[in-house]
T-cell receptor, first 112, second 114 residues
Framework: QQQVKQSPQSLIVQKGGISIINCAYE??????FPWYQQFPGKGPALLIA?????SEKKEGRFTISFNKSAKQFSLHIMDSQPGDSATYFC???????????FGTGTRLQVFP | DVKVTQSSRYLVKRTGEKVFLECVQD?????MFWYRQDPGLGLRLIYF???????EKGDIPEGYSVSREKKERFSLILESASTNQTSMYLC?????????????FGPGTRLLVL
């Protein structure tokens, strides 16, 4: 069963635009929501993460928005660059486990 | 600098063969994980281990087994490879704890079963 639903599956954005990737979850016990970035030929790497005590977290051009009541969170990439072209995975875990449940991934392509 | 290495980048095996995928981490992490990555399905957890000789099934353990004899090494075993096990296999490690530590991934092994 898919506990974390991610959309869209693919995204094409022009350089300088905003990229938005959305995730929704069902398990109310989830309390940690990371985003991982994967470049071709590489393993995923942690990009940014949020816990539900805040509604937004920003690191440079990357922002996570979190809506606890709607059980949704999203990644916003401002001023998207060709170097941001990668696959992005949202994930979630609950407080009593070190396991992550991953979304299905979004392939982002940023064109000059 | 954290490092997770996987024994092979590409592997071609025949149906019915026994396949070993090796993963080594140099960060003294307690947790180690094996995932498979398939288009449209994301990363799915096969097995994980939180200590030497300890293992727990993930979401898709059928057809796989694991071995962790040393803290730094976690092996994934396909007892009798089948074509539906053709996939990208990713190993990861993390510190043990309740704060959901960052998982560090290796580069992956792309396995083709003919």
């Amino acid at each position: 069963q898919q506990q974390v639903k991610q959309s869209p599956q693919s995204l094409i954005v022009q350089k300088g635009g905003i990229s938005i990737i959305n995730c929704a979850y069902e398990n109310t016990a989830f309390d940690y929501f990371p985003w991982y970035q994967q470049f071709p030929g590489k393993g995923p790497a942690l990009l940014i993460a949020i816990r539900p005590d805040v509604s937004e977290k920003k690191e440079g051009r990357f922002t996570i928005s979190f809506n606890k009541s709607a059980k949704q969170f999203s990644l916003h990439i401002m001023d998207s660059q060709p170097g941001d072209s990668a696959t992005y995975f949202c994930a979630a875990s609950s407080y009593n486990t070190d396991k992550l449940i991953f979304g299905t991934g979004t392939r982002l392509q940023v064109f000059p | 600098d954290v490092k997770v290495t996987q024994s092979s980048r590409y592997l071609v095996k025949r149906t019915g063969e026994k396949v070993f995928l090796e993963c080594v981490q140099d960060m003294d992490h307690e947790n180690m994980f094996w995932y498979r990555q398939d288009p449209g399905l994301g990363l799915r957890l096969i097995y994980f281990s939180y200590d030497v000789k300890m293992k727990e099934k993930g979401d898709i353990p059928e057809g796989y087994s694991v071995s962790r004899e040393k803290k730094e090494r976690f092996s994934l075993i396909l007892e009798s490879a089948s074509t539906n096990q053709t996939s990208m296999y990713l190993c990861a490690s993390s510190l043990f704890g309740i704060r959901q530590e960052t998982q560090y991934f290796g580069p992956g092994t792309r396995l083709l079963v003919l």
